[in-house]
């Protein structure tokens, strides 16, 4: 009854000097010195090579190869209890090869006897469970008829257990195209020793063993399998044997029951259409590169085949199939847990093969999810599910998405057992779905930055919180949390993008704004709502989302407030959507300048640039510092040139428009009488008129002053008088030195515009040096926007000081953007 037994004794184990096979420490012997010294280099090696494996496994328990090497050492060396703590220790981690568990059930029947039986057959019933191999079952089927007691004395316990044992191997491979024939053969040689065992007097019990070995035949004939029609002429002979007339060495199914001959023929014909793809996948002689390609592309056609087929079990164990050779595709193993989670649907299979392959492939964050929902599906109790959750915590994704799937995944399956009572024993508890969010926030929030995943996770939480824990300061507590860490991440954006004066973009922080207010809403706290809406109206958002905050406000009130309520929001928002509609303007009018500026540029002799280059390959240089200095000359006229585009650009914008004026506070009259001695010189063809505001003169008998002479308004030209003398009383010292600098105008000098801006200061926003004291006339929580008037003249301030740049040039450019910035809100230090 043996099935290809490789199973060896000790003695067999000892005397094999295969480096791969269990050896025994060897003896020293009164052989020549040269010969011990030799084997003594070789100790030393292996305990150095045994050394480093050691250190290399403390230090990185995960690496595969190694956990193979050291077990090769050891079953080389002979050192029997540290091999069966390596091979656990790596079986704690990775699911062992089918050759690995044969190797280690041969090695501990060898060296443990009849005692160790129940020890060995653990061994092999945990190696059938991580892969599908026909030798593995050979194996165990072989060891279990050979030294279990029971068995070997045919008794009906033993007889049950071996029958059982072969009714498991069948159903794990018995339509394995390629090897299931060898489990049949088995089976019937089984059943065929047991009937030469009943007495000829027990004409009944031999009647029915009889049959018990035809059935087997029928069954097996009626399976696609290799050598089908020898196994019919097996049946035939065996048939005769029984008595029954049959031509046994024909290969037709004359004689045999119509029912047996239908079913091989439709067993032969699915046999015929799988032929070719069984040969497609015994290829041999190609590397393991090719071999994974072909194999790919064969199993996928082959799969489609077996699913058009409609058979699961032989769809199943192809999937097994691909599986051992291949066990680190996580592709098929999603594709094999889909295919079992859509039509087998078994609780106990899915279970086992999601076991498996979150072992092969841990890294896959979807097989952990999967594995979740089918331990729900299959009313698993929450321990076991707890454990595989912890135990997927434990990974390392390639993608921080899917620990967020983990975590909701978890929280959605708490979530259902708590609302529809899926816990028979009532166990769970809100504070299981409160932990796992707070975990989640805790390690996700640096990593999901401006990812709406963020937004989804507390939103999550929120309404949680709200509709399931009934604490709704719990629930305010989540949102207020997740718009402190979007600030931080806002703040510190911003930080970064400040000296480039660009608007940082603040994510989904007002979709936090907004989900805030709709919970509020939603739970009718109204003036809770409304207070959101003061705090967040005058903020900064990404895109539109400013503007959508204000109007947002105007319907809460109309649909929730009352007049005055909805008064008072127009009041705070109008004059913030005038001040974004300036800001959209300027914007949209400097990216039609620079698209302008780019065009002309391009139109500007495009042919030279390649020739010029041609010419400069064309010349030689004698070393690579000439290289470098003829590089850097390149570099300084290129600057040139962009430099005089960059100072002609505002003359050329200047024609046919008026200059407009500007005023500039000096620290001292030195530098006032400075910049007067320039009046009426030229600068880029345009002629300066620089004077000395009067204000106390500015109208004089009855004729108003020329505007050169008198522009701003007294309460603007004080708070320039004033901020001044606050800068001379901190900078005086600095600025003396500049006093006695030449007074002559010329294109390239250093301009410096001295004194301080405050024309343009925005809402909130404060200079330098402004006093912070002012009472509050609002009330808490609110902000004092400017009156219309106070706007315009901030926006005709802005215009006079674009057109004083573009008229004094590039060193005006500097006040520019200081006045720019002080209207964005971003302070120009």
Same mark, same amino acid.
């Given at each position: 009854? /043996?099935?290809?037994?490789?199973?060896?004794?000790? !003695?067999?184990?000892?005397?094999?000097?295969?480096?791969?096979?269990?050896?025994?420490?060897?003896?020293?012997?009164?052989?020549?010195?040269?010969?011990?010294?030799?084997?003594?280099?070789?100790?030393?090696?292996?305990?150095?090579?045994?050394?480093?494996?050691?250190?290399?496994?403390?230090?990185?328990?995960?690496?595969?190869?190694?956990?193979?090497?050291? $077990?090769?050492?050891?079953?080389? &060396?002979?050192?029997?209890?540290?091999?069966?703590?390596?091979?656990? #220790?790596?079986?704690?981690?990775?699911?062992?090869?089918?050759?690995?568990?044969?190797?280690?059930?041969?090695?501990?029947?060898?060296?443990?006897?009849?005692?160790?039986?129940?020890?060995?057959?653990?061994?092999?019933?945990?190696?059938?469970?991580?892969?599908?191999?026909?030798?593995?079952?050979?194996?165990?089927?072989?060891?279990?008829?050979?030294?279990?007691?029971?068995?070997? #004395?045919?008794?009906?316990?033993?007889?049950?257990?071996?029958?059982?044992?072969? /009714?498991?191997?069948?159903?794990?491979?018995?339509?394995?195209?390629?090897?299931?024939?060898?489990?049949?053969?088995?089976?019937?040689?089984?059943?065929?020793?047991?009937?030469?065992?009943?007495?000829?007097?027990?004409?009944?019990?031999?009647?029915?063993?009889?049959?018990?070995?035809?059935?087997?035949?029928?069954?097996?004939?009626?399976?696609?399998?290799?050598?089908?029609?020898?196994?019919?002429?097996?049946?035939?002979?065996?048939?005769?044997?029984?008595?029954?007339?049959?031509?046994?060495?024909?290969?037709?199914?004359?004689?045999?029951?119509?029912?047996?001959?239908?079913?091989?023929?439709?067993? @032969?014909?699915?046999?015929?259409?799988?032929?070719?793809?069984?040969?497609?996948?015994?290829?041999?002689?190609?590397?393991?590169?090719?071999?994974?390609?072909?194999? &790919?592309?064969?199993?996928?056609?082959?799969?489609?085949?077996?699913?058009?087929?409609?058979?699961?079990?032989?769809?199943?164990?192809?999937?097994?199939?691909?599986?051992?050779?291949?066990?680190?595709?996580?592709?098929?193993?999603?594709?094999?847990?889909?295919?079992?989670?859509?039509?087998?649907?078994?609780?106990?299979?899915?279970?086992?093969?999601?076991?498996?392959?979150?072992?092969?492939?841990?890294? =896959?964050?979807?097989?952990?999810?999967?594995?979740?929902?089918?331990?729900?599906?299959?009313?698993?109790?929450?321990?076991? %599910?707890?454990? =595989?959750?912890?135990?997927?915590?434990?990974?390392?994704?390639?993608?921080?998405?899917?620990?967020?799937?983990?975590?909701?995944?978890?929280?959605?399956?708490?979530?259902?057992?708590?609302?529809?009572?899926?816990?028979?024993?009532?166990?769970?508890?809100?504070?299981?779905?409160?932990?796992?969010?707070?975990?989640?926030?805790?390690?996700?929030?640096?990593?999901?930055?401006?990812?709406?995943?963020?937004?989804?996770?507390?939103?999550?939480?929120?309404?949680?919180? &709200?509709?399931?824990?009934?604490?709704?300061?719990?629930?305010?507590?989540?949102? !207020?949390?997740?718009?402190?860490?979007?600030?931080?991440?806002?703040?510190?954006?911003?930080?970064?993008?400040?000296?480039?004066?660009?608007?940082?973009?603040?994510?989904?922080?007002?979709?936090?704004?907004?989900?805030? $207010?709709? @919970?509020?809403?939603?739970?009718?706290?109204?003036?809770?709502?409304?207070?959101?809406?003061?705090?967040?109206?005058?903020?900064?958002?990404?895109?539109?989302?400013?503007?959508?905050?204000?109007?947002?406000?105007?319907?809460?009130?109309?649909?929730?407030?009352?007049? /005055?309520?909805?008064?008072?929001?127009?009041?705070?928002?109008?004059?913030?959507?005038?001040?974004?509609?300036?800001?959209?303007?300027?914007?949209?009018?400097?990216?039609?300048?620079?698209?302008?500026?780019?065009?002309?540029?391009?139109?500007?002799?495009?042919?030279?640039?390649?020739?010029?280059?041609?010419?400069?390959?064309?010349?030689?240089?004698?070393?690579?510092?000439?290289?470098?200095?003829?590089?850097?000359?390149?570099?300084?006229?290129?600057?040139? $040139?962009?430099?005089?585009?960059?100072?002609?650009?505002?003359?050329?914008?200047?024609?046919?428009?008026?200059?407009?004026?500007?005023?500039?506070?000096? =620290?001292?009259?030195?530098?006032?009488?400075?910049?007067?001695?320039?009046?009426?010189? &030229?600068?880029?063809?345009?002629?300066?008129?620089?004077?000395?505001?009067?204000?106390?003169?500015?109208?004089?008998?009855?004729?108003?002053?020329?505007? /050169?002479?008198?522009?701003?308004?007294?309460?603007?030209?004080?708070?320039?008088?004033?901020?001044?003398?606050?800068?001379?009383?901190?900078?005086?010292?600095?600025?003396?030195?500049?006093?006695?600098?030449?007074?002559?105008?010329?294109?390239?000098?250093?301009?410096?515009?001295?004194?301080?801006?405050?024309?343009?200061?925005?809402?909130?926003?404060?200079? %330098?040096? @402004?006093?912070?004291?002012?009472?509050?006339?609002?009330?808490?929580?609110?902000?004092?926007?400017?009156?219309?008037?106070?706007?315009?003249?901030?926006?005709?301030?802005?215009?006079?000081?674009?057109?004083?740049?573009?008229? =004094?040039?590039?060193?005006?450019?500097?006040?520019?953007?200081?006045?720019?910035?002080?209207? @964005?809100?971003?302070?120009?230090?």
């Amino acid at each position: 009854m /043996e099935i290809d037994s490789e199973s060896k004794t000790l !003695e067999d184990e000892l005397n094999n000097n295969n480096g791969d096979q269990l050896q025994s420490p060897k003896p020293r012997s009164s052989s020549s010195d040269s010969d011990s010294d030799s084997d003594s280099e070789d100790e030393s090696q292996q305990n150095q090579e045994l050394e480093t494996l050691e250190t290399e496994l403390s230090s990185n328990p995960a690496n595969y190869d190694s956990h193979v090497q050291y $077990i090769k050492l050891l079953r080389k &060396m002979g050192e029997i209890d540290k091999l069966r703590q390596a091979r656990e #220790a790596m079986n704690t981690v990775f699911p062992l090869s089918p050759e690995m568990w044969r190797d280690w059930a041969k090695d501990e029947a060898s060296i443990s006897g009849p005692e160790g039986f129940v020890a060995v057959e653990k061994i092999y019933d945990r190696g059938v469970f991580d892969y599908l191999s026909v030798p593995l079952w050979c194996d165990y089927l072989n060891y279990i008829q050979e030294h279990d007691p029971s068995v070997r #004395a045919c008794s009906p316990d033993g007889i049950s257990k071996a029958r059982n044992l072969f /009714e498991r191997a069948l159903t794990a491979a018995g339509v394995h195209v390629a090897e299931g024939n060898k489990i049949w053969e088995a089976y019937r040689e089984f059943e065929q020793a047991i009937l030469h065992t009943i007495d000829e007097s027990d004409i009944k019990a031999k009647e029915l063993q009889v049959q018990r070995v035809r059935n087997i035949f029928h069954r097996q004939l009626s399976v696609p399998l290799v050598n089908l029609q020898s196994t019919l002429l097996a049946y035939k002979a065996w048939e005769v044997e029984q008595g029954t007339d049959l031509d046994a060495k024909s290969s037709e199914v004359d004689g045999i029951p119509s029912h047996l001959a239908s079913a091989y023929q439709k067993a @032969m014909e699915a046999y015929n259409a799988r032929a070719q793809h069984e040969e497609q996948i015994s290829m041999q002689n190609i590397s393991d590169t090719e071999k994974f390609q072909n194999f &790919m592309v064969i199993v996928v056609n082959y799969l489609k085949f077996e699913k058009s087929a409609g058979d699961p079990a032989r769809v199943q164990v192809l999937y097994e199939r691909a599986m051992t050779d291949f066990p680190v595709s996580s592709d098929l193993w999603l594709d094999y847990t889909r295919y079992l989670d859509r039509t087998l649907k078994v609780g106990n299979v899915l279970r086992d093969v999601y076991s498996r392959a979150t072992k092969n492939c841990p890294w =896959v964050g979807e097989l952990w999810v999967q594995y979740l929902l089918s331990l729900e599906r299959g009313r698993a109790p929450e321990k076991e %599910i707890s454990s =595989v959750y912890e135990k997927s915590l434990q990974c390392t994704f390639s993608t921080i998405e899917e620990y967020l799937d983990l975590f909701l995944t978890r929280v959605h399956g708490l979530r259902r057992r708590i609302v529809f009572g899926g816990e028979a024993n009532g166990v769970l508890d809100y504070s299981l779905i409160r932990e796992t969010f707070q975990y989640a926030s805790d390690y996700l929030s640096p990593h999901l930055k401006n990812t709406d995943g963020l937004l989804r996770l507390h939103a999550y939480w929120a309404r949680l919180e &709200m509709n399931l824990g009934k604490d709704l300061v719990a629930a305010r507590g989540v949102w !207020e949390s997740l718009l402190k860490i979007r600030q931080t991440i806002c703040s510190f954006d911003c930080f970064l993008l400040s000296i480039h004066l660009v608007l940082p973009k603040f994510g989904s922080l007002v979709e936090a704004w907004q989900g805030y $207010i709709a @919970m509020e809403t939603e739970s009718g706290h109204i003036s809770e709502a409304r207070s959101l809406y003061k705090r967040c109206y005058s903020k900064r958002f990404a895109g539109t989302g400013s503007e959508d905050i204000c109007h947002s406000w105007l319907r809460f009130e109309e649909e929730f407030g009352t007049l /005055e309520d909805f008064d008072h929001a127009a009041q705070k928002v109008t004059p913030r959507l005038e001040e974004l509609q300036l800001y959209r303007i300027q914007q949209e009018t400097k990216a039609s300048t620079d698209q302008r500026g780019a065009i002309a540029t391009d139109e500007q002799s495009p042919a030279k640039r390649p020739k010029q280059t041609a010419q400069t390959q064309k010349k030689g240089y004698k070393d690579k510092d000439q290289l470098q200095k003829h590089d850097g000359v390149n570099e300084a006229q290129e600057a040139k $040139i962009d430099l005089e585009k960059t100072d002609s650009a505002p003359e050329k914008q200047m024609k046919g428009s008026d200059f407009g004026l500007a005023y500039v506070d000096f =620290v001292d009259d030195q530098h006032l009488a400075a910049a007067i001695t320039k009046n009426k010189q &030229m600068l880029h063809g345009k002629k300066l008129s620089i004077a000395r505001s009067d204000p106390k003169q500015n109208r004089r008998d009855g004729h108003r002053v020329p505007r /050169e002479q008198g522009f701003a308004s007294d309460q603007r030209r004080e708070n320039r008088e004033s901020a001044s003398k606050e800068y001379v009383d901190t900078h005086s010292a600095s600025r003396a030195h500049q006093a006695s600098q030449p007074a002559t105008l010329k294109s390239d000098d250093n301009i410096q515009l001295k004194g301080k801006n405050i024309f343009a200061v925005p809402r909130n926003v404060m200079t %330098i040096g @402004m006093s912070a004291n002012k009472s509050k006339t609002v009330e808490e929580g609110d902000e004092k926007p400017k009156s219309n008037d106070e706007f315009r003249k901030m926006q005709q301030s802005l215009l006079e000081v674009v057109e004083f740049a573009s008229a =004094v040039g590039k060193e005006g450019v500097l006040y520019l953007v200081a006045a720019a910035g002080a209207l @964005m809100g971003v302070p120009f230090l």
